[in-house]
Each structure stands twice: as C-alpha cells, then as structure tokens.
C-alpha cells in the first residue's frame, strides 16, 4: 500500500517498479555514481520477499544508501495476510516468528534504529541524522496498519474540521495523505467515521482548525 505514495498528495517516491525492488534499485543507483542520497522504502511483508538479498549485497559492497522499511506487521495491499513475523497464521496453524529486526542486525548494517512513524518529531530526527550518515542505514518505521488497529481497539478521539477556522491551504491533506479529510466548497472535511484520530493532520493545520471531537457527556 505504500507504493501509493509515488500519487498525490503525498509524490514521496520518485520511483517505482515492482514489489520489492526498491532496494536493489537503489544499490544499482549508488553503483552506477548517481551522487545524491538514496533513499530505498520498502514494506515488512516486501523486505522477507525480496529485500533481504540486495540488503546483504548493499552491506558486504559498502553502498551509501538509506533503508527505509515500513513494518505495519502484515501483508496489507494483499488484504491482511500474515508475514513471517506472527505467531498464528490466518488458518490457527502456529509458526515461530522471524523478526525483521533479527534479519538486519545480522546483516550488520551501519547504523540500525527502530522508531514510530506516529511520534513523528523523533522518527523526523532519526532519518536526518540516517541520511548524514556514511554506509549503508537501516531504519525500521514501526506501527500497525491503521486499519487493522480499528479491528483491535475503538478509536479513542476523532478528529473535525472548524469550518470557520479552516482557510483552505490543504496543508493537512498535503502532510498526511490521510483519505479521510476531503475538500468541499474550498474546506476541508473529515469523514469521522473513517479517523483514526492519529491526530497527525492537526499537528500540520497553521490555522488551529482541526480539533477533537468531545465524547457526548464529556464536555465542559
Ligand atoms: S490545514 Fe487547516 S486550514 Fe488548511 S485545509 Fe486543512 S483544516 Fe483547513
Ligand atoms: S486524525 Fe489522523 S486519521 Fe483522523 S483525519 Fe487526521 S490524519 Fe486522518
């Protein structure tokens, strides 16, 4: 699924070829002198198919490159699979979970960080300091698929937009991605149904417009 980000709104990947792929490509860049950072995104379910091969091939030939892989803990695009990381598969079988985090500690990349793509400020400062840095960077964006987080638990807070406050900018849209806000008559709107109540897209509102919904009889 995060192969959508290469659309707007979000226009984050510059390319994109097939499931995978992403980090070979981007040895094959740095191999082929293209002198500006590279950053390869892959997924959790992507990195066990086919990301640990050219991993392996990026750390042994020294290749200056960023890794960027997007752990929701299952195959989402597919519709919800299990992938080497569970303990039950889909059909009750058990399995011994394979960790991602095993996997690249032991190809022994130069720099390794986990960190929560929602605690935005910190994930932020560890890809800077990641793209500083010589070798080959691994960094672990870890976080349940959105959707799949709703089975478990009831979404705590929603957020809605103050129609009066809003002016438009579509910054919200812009930062998130999130297909829950949507534009009407030049303002923004949240499907409230459909929030997760990240609350990520009113940290990027400059107009304060995005507010929590107060739970009827929790007012005051
Ligand atoms: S960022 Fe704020 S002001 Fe801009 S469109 Fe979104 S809600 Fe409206
Ligand atoms: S709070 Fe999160 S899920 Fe809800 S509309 Fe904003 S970005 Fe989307």
Aim: hydrophobic share 45%.
């Amino acid at each position: 699924c995060y192969a959508l980000s290469v659309y707007q709104p979000i226009d984050m990947l510059w390319t994109e070829h097939s499931m995978g792929a992403s980090i070979s490509m981007a040895v094959g860049l740095k191999v082929a002198g293209f002198k500006g950072p590279v950053i390869a995104v892959i997924g959790d379910s992507t990195f066990y198919h086919a990301g640990i091969q050219p991993l392996i091939e990026a750390v042994n030939k020294k290749v200056d490159i960023l890794v960027l892989i997007l752990d929701n803990n299952m195959v989402a695009m597919t519709g919800h699979q299990s992938t080497p990381a569970w303990k039950i598969s889909e059909s009750g079988r058990e399995m011994k979970p394979v960790l991602i985090e095993d996997l690249v500690k032991a190809v022994g990349p130069d720099l390794f960080t986990v960190v929560d793509p929602y605690d935005l400020d910190s994930a932020v400062k560890v890809l800077e300091d990641a793209l500083t840095s010589p070798g080959v960077k691994v960094v672990i964006a870890k976080h349940p698929c959105a959707l799949a987080e709703r089975r478990t638990r009831s979404v705590e807070r929603r957020y809605y937009v103050d129609a009066e406050l809003c002016k438009g900018c579509k910054a919200c849209i812009a930062a998130t991605g999130c297909p829950a806000i949507f534009m009407e008559s030049g303002k923004a709107v949240i499907v409230e149904e459909d929030c997760n109540g990240c609350g990520l897209c009113a940290r990027f509102c400059a107009f304060k417009a995005i507010k929590p919904v107060i739970p009827l009889g929790r007012g005051g």
